[in-house]
Protein backbone atom coordinates (compact mmCIF):
# COMPACT_ATOMS: atom_id res chain seq x y z
CA UNK A 1 0.00 0.00 0.00
CA UNK A 2 1.66 3.09 -1.02
CA UNK A 3 -0.74 5.73 0.31
CA UNK A 4 -3.82 5.17 3.24
CA UNK A 5 -6.68 7.18 1.73
CA UNK A 6 -6.03 5.21 -2.01
CA UNK A 7 -4.98 1.73 -3.20
CA UNK A 8 -5.21 -0.03 -6.23
CA UNK A 9 -7.63 -2.32 -4.39
CA UNK A 10 -10.29 0.73 -3.94
CA UNK A 11 -9.11 1.19 -7.88
CA UNK A 12 -10.28 -2.16 -8.90
CA UNK A 13 -13.19 -1.67 -6.87
CA UNK A 14 -14.63 1.31 -8.66
CA UNK A 15 -13.12 -0.24 -12.24
CA UNK A 16 -15.81 -3.10 -11.91
CA UNK A 17 -18.51 -0.70 -10.15
CA UNK A 18 -18.62 1.55 -13.54
CA UNK A 19 -18.06 -1.43 -15.69
CA UNK A 20 -21.58 -2.98 -14.38
CA UNK A 21 -23.45 0.01 -14.46
CA UNK A 22 -25.17 2.25 -17.41
CA UNK A 23 -24.66 5.28 -15.76
CA UNK A 24 -21.72 7.11 -14.39
CA UNK A 25 -20.99 5.79 -10.49
CA UNK A 26 -21.09 8.20 -7.16
CA UNK A 27 -17.15 9.27 -7.12
CA UNK A 28 -15.63 11.33 -4.77
CA UNK A 29 -15.40 14.82 -6.36
CA UNK A 30 -11.45 14.49 -5.71
CA UNK A 31 -11.11 11.19 -7.49
CA UNK A 32 -9.38 11.90 -10.10
CA UNK A 33 -6.52 14.06 -7.64
CA UNK A 34 -6.20 11.08 -5.85
CA UNK A 35 -5.78 8.51 -8.62
CA UNK A 36 -2.83 10.95 -9.87
CA UNK A 37 -1.47 11.21 -6.55
CA UNK A 38 -1.37 7.57 -5.99
CA UNK A 39 0.03 6.99 -9.07
CA UNK A 40 2.72 9.64 -8.32
CA UNK A 41 4.09 8.05 -5.39
CA UNK A 42 4.09 4.75 -6.88
CA UNK A 43 6.49 5.89 -9.73
CA UNK A 44 8.31 7.85 -6.90
CA UNK A 45 8.70 4.68 -4.52
CA UNK A 46 10.07 2.30 -8.19
CA UNK A 47 13.01 4.95 -7.42
CA UNK A 48 13.57 4.57 -3.84
CA UNK A 49 13.25 0.96 -3.13
CA UNK A 50 16.60 -0.54 -3.34
CA UNK A 51 15.07 -4.90 -3.36
CA UNK A 52 14.42 -5.62 -7.02
CA UNK A 53 12.09 -8.00 -5.73
CA UNK A 54 9.81 -4.84 -4.31
CA UNK A 55 10.62 -3.28 -7.45
CA UNK A 56 9.31 -5.29 -9.84
CA UNK A 57 6.05 -5.45 -7.46
CA UNK A 58 5.80 -2.19 -7.39
CA UNK A 59 6.35 -1.77 -11.95
CA UNK A 60 3.68 -4.11 -11.92
CA UNK A 61 1.13 -2.13 -9.43
CA UNK A 62 1.65 1.26 -10.99
CA UNK A 63 1.29 -0.73 -14.86
CA UNK A 64 -2.43 -2.11 -13.37
CA UNK A 65 -3.19 1.11 -11.63
CA UNK A 66 -2.29 3.10 -15.31
CA UNK A 67 -4.75 0.74 -17.33
CA UNK A 68 -7.16 0.57 -14.53
CA UNK A 69 -7.51 4.37 -13.92
CA UNK A 70 -7.88 4.78 -18.41
CA UNK A 71 -10.65 2.25 -18.30
CA UNK A 72 -12.72 3.67 -15.39
CA UNK A 73 -12.30 7.31 -17.34
CA UNK A 74 -12.85 5.81 -20.66
CA UNK A 75 -15.87 4.46 -19.43
CA UNK A 76 -17.53 7.51 -17.91
CA UNK A 77 -16.67 9.35 -20.98
CA UNK A 78 -18.32 7.26 -22.90
CA UNK A 79 -21.40 7.54 -20.94
CA UNK A 80 -20.84 11.23 -20.68
CA UNK A 81 -21.13 11.21 -24.53
CA UNK A 82 -24.12 8.99 -24.55
CA UNK A 83 -25.99 11.21 -21.81
CA UNK A 84 -24.99 14.58 -24.12
CA UNK A 85 -26.55 12.89 -27.31
CA UNK A 86 -29.85 12.07 -25.25
CA UNK A 87 -30.03 15.66 -24.18
CA UNK A 88 -30.02 17.60 -27.12
CA UNK A 89 -32.59 14.72 -28.74
CA UNK A 90 -35.11 15.02 -26.26
CA UNK A 91 -34.14 13.52 -23.01
CA UNK A 92 -33.75 13.87 -19.76
CA UNK A 93 -29.96 12.39 -18.37
CA UNK A 94 -29.66 12.98 -14.85
CA UNK A 95 -25.69 14.36 -14.61
CA UNK A 96 -25.65 14.43 -10.69
CA UNK A 97 -23.12 11.94 -10.52
CA UNK A 98 -20.59 13.95 -12.41
CA UNK A 99 -17.76 15.62 -11.28
CA UNK A 100 -15.71 19.06 -11.82
CA UNK A 101 -14.02 18.45 -15.26
CA UNK A 102 -16.70 15.82 -16.14
CA UNK A 103 -19.15 18.30 -15.68
CA UNK A 104 -17.55 20.89 -17.75
CA UNK A 105 -17.31 18.28 -20.69
CA UNK A 106 -21.11 17.56 -20.64
CA UNK A 107 -22.26 20.86 -21.13
CA UNK A 108 -19.48 21.78 -24.07
CA UNK A 109 -20.57 18.83 -25.76
CA UNK A 110 -24.43 19.83 -25.29
CA UNK A 111 -23.54 23.07 -26.65
CA UNK A 112 -21.44 21.57 -29.52
CA UNK A 113 -24.29 19.48 -30.45
CA UNK A 114 -26.89 21.88 -30.41
CA UNK A 115 -24.81 24.26 -32.61
CA UNK A 116 -24.03 21.57 -35.07
CA UNK A 117 -27.74 20.92 -35.11
CA UNK A 118 -28.84 24.18 -35.69
CA UNK A 119 -26.10 25.04 -38.14
CA UNK A 120 -26.20 21.65 -40.27
CA UNK A 121 -30.30 21.43 -40.14
CA UNK A 122 -31.60 24.60 -40.47
CA UNK A 123 -29.51 25.37 -43.56
CA UNK A 124 -31.00 22.25 -44.73
CA UNK A 125 -33.95 23.75 -44.10
CA UNK A 126 -33.16 27.11 -45.07
CA UNK A 127 -32.43 25.54 -48.83
CA UNK A 128 -35.78 24.28 -49.87
CA UNK A 129 -37.68 25.61 -52.41
CA UNK A 130 -39.30 29.40 -51.45
CA UNK A 131 -42.73 29.42 -50.82
CA UNK A 132 -44.53 30.04 -54.36
CA UNK A 133 -48.53 29.15 -54.41
CA UNK A 134 -49.14 25.89 -55.77
CA UNK A 135 -45.92 24.46 -54.78
CA UNK A 136 -46.02 21.04 -53.32
CA UNK A 137 -44.37 21.29 -49.76
CA UNK A 138 -42.55 18.26 -48.09
CA UNK A 139 -41.40 19.52 -44.41
CA UNK A 140 -38.60 16.45 -43.66
CA UNK A 141 -38.10 13.18 -45.41
CA UNK A 142 -34.84 11.90 -44.41
CA UNK A 143 -34.51 8.61 -43.10
CA UNK A 144 -33.54 7.69 -39.26
CA UNK A 145 -30.72 4.85 -39.19
CA UNK A 146 -31.62 1.94 -39.09
CA UNK A 147 -35.25 0.38 -39.25
CA UNK A 148 -37.88 3.17 -37.65
CA UNK A 149 -38.48 5.12 -40.81
CA UNK A 150 -39.07 8.49 -41.96
CA UNK A 151 -38.40 10.81 -38.90
CA UNK A 152 -40.55 13.85 -40.42
CA UNK A 153 -42.78 13.79 -42.81
CA UNK A 154 -45.31 15.93 -44.40
CA UNK A 155 -47.58 14.84 -46.67
CA UNK A 156 -47.46 16.68 -50.44
CA UNK A 157 -50.07 19.67 -50.36
CA UNK A 158 -51.05 22.78 -51.51
CA UNK A 159 -48.90 25.40 -49.78
CA UNK A 160 -51.52 28.65 -48.93
CA UNK A 161 -50.44 31.87 -50.47
CA UNK A 162 -51.20 33.68 -46.53
CA UNK A 163 -49.38 30.69 -44.24
CA UNK A 164 -47.45 33.88 -42.94
CA UNK A 165 -44.46 33.98 -40.48
CA UNK A 166 -43.04 30.81 -40.09
CA UNK A 167 -40.75 29.46 -36.92
CA UNK A 168 -37.99 26.76 -36.89
CA UNK A 169 -38.55 24.07 -34.13
CA UNK A 170 -36.75 21.54 -32.73
CA UNK A 171 -39.42 18.30 -31.51
CA UNK A 172 -38.70 16.89 -28.13
CA UNK A 173 -40.52 13.81 -28.64
CA UNK A 174 -43.04 11.90 -31.44
CA UNK A 175 -46.32 13.74 -32.01
CA UNK A 176 -48.46 11.56 -33.83
CA UNK A 177 -49.96 12.57 -37.06
CA UNK A 178 -52.13 15.81 -36.76
CA UNK A 179 -53.68 18.36 -39.14
CA UNK A 180 -52.18 21.98 -39.31
CA UNK A 181 -53.29 25.08 -38.99
CA UNK A 182 -52.13 25.30 -42.51
CA UNK A 183 -54.26 22.35 -43.37
CA UNK A 184 -51.65 19.93 -44.37
CA UNK A 185 -51.14 16.45 -42.61
CA UNK A 186 -47.50 16.30 -40.28
CA UNK A 187 -45.92 13.59 -38.62
CA UNK A 188 -43.14 14.62 -36.77
CA UNK A 189 -40.83 12.49 -34.44
CA UNK A 190 -38.12 13.45 -31.58
CA UNK A 191 -35.10 15.31 -32.40
CA UNK A 192 -36.77 16.41 -36.29
CA UNK A 193 -35.86 20.63 -36.90
CA UNK A 194 -38.55 21.66 -38.68
CA UNK A 195 -39.98 25.02 -40.46
CA UNK A 196 -43.55 25.65 -38.90
CA UNK A 197 -46.21 28.12 -39.21
CA UNK A 198 -45.59 30.14 -35.89
CA UNK A 199 -49.15 29.53 -34.59
CA UNK A 200 -48.04 25.99 -34.88
CA UNK A 201 -44.51 26.26 -33.59
CA UNK A 202 -45.89 28.19 -30.60
CA UNK A 203 -48.76 25.92 -29.65
CA UNK A 204 -45.97 22.67 -29.60
CA UNK A 205 -44.39 25.23 -27.86
CA UNK A 206 -46.64 25.69 -24.76
CA UNK A 207 -47.28 21.80 -25.31
CA UNK A 208 -43.89 20.99 -24.27
CA UNK A 209 -42.82 18.74 -27.08
CA UNK A 210 -40.59 20.89 -29.22
CA UNK A 211 -38.01 23.36 -28.95
CA UNK A 212 -38.32 27.06 -30.45
CA UNK A 213 -34.92 27.28 -32.15
CA UNK A 214 -35.87 30.49 -34.51
Known amino acids: MVDDEFTYKDLRRIHHLEKHSAVPTPIETSFYSKIRGYIKKLEYLIDEVESLEKRELVEDELKNAKQAFQGIYELREKKIVQASLSKVRGGSPNPKNLIGEEKKLFDALVENLKEARRRILVEVDKEKPSEDVNHEDVVETKE ?44 LRQGDVVSLPHEMGETLKKRGVAEKIR
Open 144 to 187: KEGSQGKIAEGVNQTRHPNEGDRSIIMVKEDIPTFVGTDMRQYR
